[in-house]
């Protein structure tokens, strides 16, 4: 792969308000691979920054209007990890140090050397892991999110984000409601890190019961608990050298919290019944759809924890907040299942799609994919008509409640179970539920049961 191959896919943004300096950078960084913007004013390129999405910025310090330092800031304050690179003239270089201080990449003098301004460019893509020296020869800088689908400018800003971190160690805590896709950007940070040939292992926390989580996370050793009938590796060791990747930790009994801290601060795990430390060394990405701020301090959530894990968080957006993604994504989705099903269905009817874009999607991307793989299964004609979309949204939201929303029905109905089973006798339903009476009156008045309602009517 050439300079000019790689450098074609990168997107330079040139603002100055001489228009013919403005034109021979242009010709220079075209002759060089790159694709380029330009803009005359601070004001014209915040409006194309939102539009071409590039991957560094070039600008002239002194402009009329918005001065190119304002400029920075504007960038900065929507996207930390854009690369700003500040011409100015020699009479204000004491101000272009002060910007380099507050976050600017670079600065160059005016009249600057060509063959200097492409090595500043190619010094600050390097950097954030997009410059021809980040890759292995032959390989697409865009591989590592390619199951990531999305024109959305907050999720490409929280990607850069991402691309940026993904070279260093850092424990990475990932939001976001069910279903927005926690893993898929988990496995992209993987993939666009150095530990990327090493194993990436997944876990829900919340999907184990206790006492196997443990065993599962750290291992256990042969009879060291009824069952245990052979030395069991756990997935600490099984990811070592690569990704460990702790998806709903926020359902983490507090307990077992410890211990994961324990094993984070001293690099080493003991498995279940041995009494032998074993090194490991693993990149840990946390996710949560939980408030975790909340849970910390209703003390189901360690604080020391939280901070081991929360060194750099990333929030994906929800589905509804990203509505120009979801004809994108349906088509994506389309093309992939429309393949698997063997059918030939070329897309949605444009009603069909209107369904899909103004729906509610409580399931987020995992709940659209599900809502387009039924519509196929039924579809007999080349485009996908607005009832069946109608019929698979209208089946998805019946069935796709949240988890926490199943869990409260399951809560409330099993509770109101007992009390009727008991006569509304609290102290006997706490006893059948095996829960202190205290616990279980907090249960009670989480769901606003009323234990008198229970009890039989007099006659």
Known sequence: MTKTTTA?????????????????????????????????????????????RPHLVVTDLRMSGMDGMALFESIHAANPAMPVIILTAHGTIPDA????????????????????????????????????????????????????????PALEDMLAKARLIANSDASVFIYGESGTGKELLARAIHSASPRNAQPFVAINCGAIPEHLLESELFGHVKGSFTGASRDHKGLFLTADKGTLFLDEIGDMP???????????????????????????????????????????????????????????????????ERREDIPL????????????????????????MELLVSATWPGNVRQLYNVVEQSVALCTTSLIPSSWVQQAIQHQQSEFASFEDARKKFERDYLAQLLKITDGNVTQAA???????????????????????FKPAKR
Do not use: C
């Open 329 to 352: 994504l349906a088509n994506h989705f389309l093309g992939t299942i429309a393949g698997k099903y063997k059918k030939a269905i070329n897309g949605f009817a444009p009603d069909a």
């Open 8 to 52: 074609a896919r990168k997107n330079i943004l040139v603002v100055d308000d001489d228009p013919d300096l403005l034109r021979l950078m242009q010709i220079r960084l075209t002759a060089a691979g790159y694709a380029v913007t330009t803009a005359e004013s601070a004001e014209r390129a915040l409006a194309h920054q939102s539009v071409v």
């Open 97 to 152: 140090v002060a910007a380099v201080k507050r976050g600017v990449f670079g600065y160059l003098t005016k009249p600057f050397d060509a063959k200097t301004l492409l090595a500043e460019i190619q010094r600050a893509l390097a950097l954030i892991g997009g410059g021809v020296d980040a890759a292995e020869p032959g390989a697409d800088d865009q591989a590592w999110r390619q199951e990531i689908v999305t024109r959305n």
């Open 431 to 453: 006893r059948l539920a095996k829960r202190n009476r205290t616990e279980f009156y907090k249960l009670l008045q989480r769901h606003q049961l009323d234990p008198k309602l």
């Open 254 to 320: 507090v307990a077992l919290q410890v211990k994961l801290l324990r094993v984070l601060q001293e690099r080493q795990v003991r498995p279940v019944g041995s009494t032998q430390n074993f090194d490991v060394d693993v990149r840990v990405i946390s996710a949560t759809h939980r408030n975790l701020d909340a849970e910390m301090a209703a003390g189901n959530f360690r604080e020391d924890l939280f901070y081991r894990l929360n060194v750099v968080a990333l929030q994906l957006p929800p589905l509804t």
